[in-house]
């Protein structure tokens, strides 16, 4: 038995208030989700592309004496990390605020 007839039922009732709100709300997430997602692909190419997949071209370049695919993998990985991290929360402060979540 579903419940989906007593779901569309119950937001029928609701008050406008009550629906924006939570039209806001599924834009909210959706936007964090969008962030998250945004994010984690950036993670992900720096990490294994530029870390595993992609060392054998990188290592033409060079900073200073090390070829950067090398650094990538050894350092330049975990820098654009942390920088991700710092992105992550000042985004999310400003989606905070345009949706007045506390």
Same mark, same amino acid.
């Given at each position: 038995?579903?419940?989906?007839?007593?779901?569309?039922?119950?937001?029928?009732?609701l008050?406008?208030?009550?629906?924006?709100?939570r039209a806001?709300? =599924?834009?909210?997430w959706?936007a964090n +989700?969008? @962030? !998250?997602?945004?994010l984690? /692909?950036?993670?992900?190419?720096?990490?294994l592309?530029c870390?595993?997949?992609?060392?054998?071209?990188?290592?033409?370049?060079?900073?200073g004496?090390?070829?950067?695919?090398?650094?990538?993998?050894? =350092?330049?990985?975990?820098?654009?990390? +942390?920088? @991700? !991290?710092?992105?992550?929360? /000042?985004r999310m402060?400003?989606?905070?605020?345009?949706?007045?979540?506390?």
């Open positions: 038995m579903s419940n989906s007839g007593q779901e569309s039922s119950n937001e029928e009732n008050s406008p208030e009550t629906k924006e709100e806001r709300e =599924q834009r909210y959706n +989700v969008r @962030l !998250i997602r945004n984690l /692909i950036i993670w992900v190419f720096v990490s592309g870390g595993i997949l992609l060392v054998p071209l990188l290592n033409n370049l060079a900073i004496n090390l070829p950067f695919g090398f650094w990538m993998a050894q =350092q330049g990985s975990i820098f654009i990390f +942390v920088i @991700l !991290i710092f992105v992550y929360a /000042i402060d400003k989606l905070d605020r345009r949706y007045r979540r506390k």
